[in-house]
Nanobody
């Protein structure tokens, strides 16, 4: 069974940094795009950043220049380096990956989410 597990969330002061990780486990043939989304209670889940299998990246305007997405294909892991954090970055962060597995054709998988709180 394919699983995505996030880690690295927590409480940080404005201007601080956090690094999120999302590890993929289970039997996998291939991973296409991977990404990070965030959601505030009562609101829709919004795209933060994506990265293709070839390393091309895309970011939401609100995080450009502050966040950096990367991936380690050998470890099937995606990272989100978040710098110069602002209170408005507070949300639950979810990782996403498009995966081809023996048990299932290409499909989107989600992690369980990790809370990021930016507050003094």
């Amino acid at each position: 069974q394919v699983r995505l597990v996030e880690s690295g969330g927590g409480l940080v002061q404005p201007g601080g940094s956090l690094r999120l990780s999302c590890a993929t486990s289970g039997s996998i043939f291939s991973i296409n795009a991977m990404g990070w989304y965030r959601q505030i209670p009562g609101q829709q889940r919004d795209l933060v950043a994506t990265i293709t299998s070839g390393g091309s990246t895309d970011y939401a305007d609100s995080v450009k220049g502050r966040f950096s997405i990367s991936r380690d294909n050998a470890k099937n892991t995606v990272y989100l380096q978040m710098d110069t954090l602002k209170p408005e970055d507070t949300a639950v962060y979810y990782c996403n990956a498009r995966i081809l597995a023996p048990s299932r054709p290409w499909a989107d998988y989600w992690g369980q989410g990790t809370q990021v709180t930016v507050s003094s």
